[in-house]
Structures are given as C-alpha cells and as structure tokens.
C-alpha cells in the first residue's frame, strides 16, 4: 500500500462545477498535511494547509479526518484557471522529517 | 509567503561531468530541506533529506555517492549530480520547511532544476 494514495484522475469539469479531491494516509506518525498545486513543468504551490477543524480560503475547503487517516479538498465554482495538478503532501516525523506526496490528481476545466 | 531561491533553473551538460544546484531560503532559517526529482507526468519523489550541520538522509534507490546533499548553513543545500549520466536527466527540485512559533509548519519549493545530460 501507498504511504499517501489519491484519486487517480483526472478530472473533466466544466466551470462552475463543485470537485472534491480525496487523500488517504497509511503512517499514523504523519504530522502534516497540506494540498498543493502544480502547474506543468513548475515548481509545486501550496494551496492550503489541512487541520482538523478544518479550514476554508475561499472557493477551497480542506478537511482532515485523524481517525480515518483521510484528507480532502473541495473546490466550489471552479475556473478555468483552477485546471492544474493537485497534490496531497504529508510530512512525518519518524525521528527525522520526511515529505510523502500523493501521485496527483490531475483537473481540467472546460468552458 | 516565505521564498526559496533555486539555482540554476537549467542545466545542459556532458555525459561524465558534475553539476551542483543550490536551493537557498532567502527570509527565514531552514534547518530541514528536501531533494526531489520529478519524471514528466510523474509526482515528486523524494529523494533525501537534508539536515543542517549533519547528514544527509537518503530514501531506499537513491545513491548518496552520486547525489551528494551538503547543508553547511541554515539558508542553504546543495545537491551535486556526480558523473552525470543521461538517466539523470530530470526536474530536480528543493523545498524547505517553514516554522515560525504560532503558526504550523509549511513547505516552499524553489522553481525547479531541469538537467539534461547528454
């Protein structure tokens, strides 16, 4: 099993289309957790961090659920522009830090 | 948000030689930063860890004699492909962990190193 396993993808929305990403988790020492975006051949962006009470930033909404070692983002009205790759990264902390990313799902959004 | 400098952002180089990339975070201290190499269409892999002031730590199939990770001060790591070959041609790309007393730890990424070997 993946150490952090997404929806394999991608996703064809059209604009103004609600889209919800799902993450899960398998290391219970993960500490971490954060959606990013990645556009072709740049550097990842973080979107949002994730936290148990959950938090919104807009059209984003990012869930972590603990117990289930599940984590998600949710885009409401999505753009044209939110067409990109999304990544659920996770750090542990083993005694040392490591980042584990998720495969990626990717998102296009048509007209 | 925080900013981390990568540098070069392309490389071209001959088969044999060495090249170093250097992943600076320009406002804040990073004690910990990582290495990733990214295949087209692929995710990040991981590939070590770096500390400051002691050793790298390598993930499982990465050769730490050919990638050496030097992280001399809390602002900067290097990576050095050594004796390139042409499969190490990739995206190679840093981020460095973002602490700060009162708010949870985050990632900030350089802009990424495309080597191509020839």
């Known amino acids: 099993r993946k150490e952090v396993e997404q929806d394999p993808g991608p996703f064809n929305v059209p604009e103004g289309a609600t889209v919800a990403f799902n993450c899960t988790y398998s290391?219970?020492?993960?500490?971490?957790f954060f959606w990013y975006r990645q556009d072709c051949r740049k550097e990842p962006k973080l979107l949002m961090s994730?936290?148990?009470s959950g938090n919104e930033d807009g059209r984003f909404t990012a869930q972590l659920n603990r117990a289930s070692q599940y984590i998600s983002l949710l885009i409401r009205d999505s753009k044209l522009s939110d067409s990109a790759t999304y990544l659920c990264v996770v750090i542990l902390n083993t005694g040392g830090f490591k980042t584990i990313f998720g495969a990626g799902t990717r998102l296009f959004v048509k007209a | 948000g925080a900013v981390v400098s990568q540098h070069p952002s392309r490389v071209i180089c001959k088969s044999g030689t060495s090249v170093k990339i250097e992943c600076r975070s320009l406002d804040f201290q990073a004690t910990t930063m990582f290495w990733y190499r990214q295949f087209p269409k692929k995710s990040l892999m991981l590939m070590a860890t770096s500390n400051e002031g002691s050793k790298a730590t390598y993930e499982q199939g990465v050769e730490k004699d050919k990638f050496l990770i030097n992280h001399a001060s809390l602002t900067l790591s290097t990576l050095t492909v050594t004796s390139a070959h042409p499969e190490d041609s990739s995206f190679y790309i840093c981020?460095?962990?973002?602490?700060?007393?009162?708010?949870?730890?985050?990632?900030?990424f350089g802009s990424g190193t495309q080597l191509s070997v020839l």
């Open positions: 994730v936290y148990s």
């Open positions: 981020s460095a962990k973002f602490m700060r007393v009162g708010t949870n730890e985050k990632l900030f």
């Open positions: 290391n219970s020492a993960s500490q971490s």
